[in-house]
């Protein structure tokens, strides 16, 4: 395990998009980080079931999808392509569906090759549906073997990249999501979802090692946007949200110190501390991801991407066309863009990006906590702290600090309502043990265990303690 | 303010310990139950309402549920003695094939805020599932909740069942981000509410007060 206790990028002005000082390259020539921003593509089914007898028009759908999608970024002289195929539930409980989903994309980007020339490259998401069982079992049964299988299976297909949004700890995070409690919070990423990636990457990254394909990163969706989504809805403070995301880079960054090598999963925002960290390349979506949902945070998330997604949107008929191919054509502008800065000098990519930062920062903390000035005070804070636990709590004592300074600047729209969250995090972040067995020995008292399995997290002599 | 107003005011606080010692300090007095039972009730529908404006944010109002239910523990033998019901009996889900469970656990404390029995199935619930938890508890009011776009097709199927089993008095309601009014037409439900504070008015509208 490679642990890191220094930035790859120290110094904001380098935080950039399409460059990283650890490019990846794809079997097709992409060099992902290299110097160019390429379009990251996802794409859903329309409302239907994923059945035995569905499958063959699922395929249909997939078919149509890579066979339009790597035509129209010929068309538009793309200078390459990634796919993402994001399974659905069903499909990795069966690993068979799964990998027919796999055969016609790859197929699909192998056609686009030889009649386009068109660079491509595919990245699989298999679910993680240990938790399809409750309480669910993280190390063992036969969810985790099938989940297993796809990625393996998938591996020696030929997919390039191997990704999932895993959610070790979240079986307490939801709970202190909808509680505003930051010391839960800090135990489900931090000493749950931290025990957990350290064993599930530890297997992704001897799969991917075993066929010879990149295992490129994780994302705390379960985690951090979940509490996006809720902030936006209102059901909990944007700046609770915020700081939930800088605690949610310790755990996935777990990912790289197992040996994964980027790009990152799109939906982890918190990327942006992690290619500080790291200098990783990083998959990052916003406002061209309105289609799957909304965000505050849609221009400044661009500001270090190196590979821009949509997220997800369903094959369905738009007037422009099939919505992922308007989709596609979107980030391909959007890309177009970006690359045309950097063409032109690190000065003019740096105007470019400060734009993009400056017009989201103001207005909301999650937007604010994502600049590369914040994201390397946040990184910074993560790798000096002796431990996950630590770092968790470093990392959310440095937002409150970047947030409460920029509220009390009037740098950033906080509302009153909002601020008095500002001590009460702090006070609770005062109160936590400075040791980690103190802390894990305190919450183990507190947890309802009934929501986890606590020998999957090599909790279990402290819940018999 | 009266008593029974304090015990309001410390529900809507989530001030539970005063909350506690309010409600005991009440029986002891010999209020009657009913009486205490509608000031805990006031109290979740204010907070209700706040929430609803976009005053209160959802750890306050959860910390006035978990306020609103050790009272309610204390009166409930009385309650029960004097045979007072709760409003309303619902059971709660999600569907076959989906995990989201986030939304359908706000609804359930909205509605248990509401003093309604809430019996909550959990997870990926299997259609026939929903059906016998209605049928054994002689639920009023089944609310589905589904989060993918994949799993929508189930609630479909549930409310087909629930037709096949003829509970005349079982209403079904349904909810979840991608759920719209239309969908729940066409698909044969009885209501819909777009977030867990107007389930609560949805329920009293749809099933009427007891
Ligand atoms: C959090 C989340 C998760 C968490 C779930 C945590 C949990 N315990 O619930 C995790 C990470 C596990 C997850 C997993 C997945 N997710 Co998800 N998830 C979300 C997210 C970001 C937020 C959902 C949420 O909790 N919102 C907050 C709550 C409070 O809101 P709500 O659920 O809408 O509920 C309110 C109302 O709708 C209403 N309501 C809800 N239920 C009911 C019921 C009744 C009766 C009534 C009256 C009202 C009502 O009241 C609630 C309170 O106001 C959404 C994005 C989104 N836009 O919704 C994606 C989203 C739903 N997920 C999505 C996907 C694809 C998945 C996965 C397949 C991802 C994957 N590759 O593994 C898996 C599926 C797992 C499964 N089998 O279900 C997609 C769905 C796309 C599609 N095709 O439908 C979404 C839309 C994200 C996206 N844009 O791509 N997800």
Redesign the pocket.
Known sequence: MTSFRTLAIENPTQLLFGVSPRPVTTRSGMRIGGGLVYPELNF??PTMLVTEQTMPEVLRHYTEIVTEATRRAAELEAPGLLLEF????PMTENPDWGMDVVHVLLDGIEKGESKYGLKAALRV?P??TR??IRPPRMRSGALYENMLALFERSAAAGADLLSI?S?GG?EVH?EALVSGDLELAIFGLCVMGVRDMRFLWTEITGIARRHGVHPAGDTA??FA??AM??AE?R?IPRVFAAVIRAVSAVRSLVAYECGAVGPGKDCGYENVFLKAITGCPMAMEGKTASC??LSPVGNVSAAMADTWSN??V?NVKLLGGMAPICSLETLIYDCRLMNEAIADGPEAARTLRDWMVRSDARFDPQALILTPASAVRVARAIVVAPNPYRAGIAAAREAIAILSDAAAQGACKISDREAVWFDRMTDTLDDLPSDEDAFIERTMAQVDRSTFVAEDYLLAERANA | MTELDNLTEAIVRGDRKEAVRLTQERIDAGDEPKNILAALVKGMDIVGDKFQRQEAWVPEMLIASRAMSQSLALLEPLLVAAGIKPEFTAV?GTVE????????N??AMMWRGANFHVIDLGTNVPSDKFVEAAREHNADVV???A????TMPAMKATIEKFREANLPNTKV???????TMEFAREIGADG?????AS?VG?VRELVGKA
């Open positions: 859903t089914l994001e399974a659905l539930p998401t679910n993680d938790e399809m949004e959610v979240k939801d969706c379960g946007n979940t989504v809720m809805q059901l799957a949902h997220e997800s369903q | 709660v094939g989906d995990l989201h469970d986030i939304g359908k706000l609804v609310g589905l909740s989060l993918l776009t994949t309601v349904i909810g979840g981000a991608p759920i819909f509410a777009p977030d867990a389930a949805l």
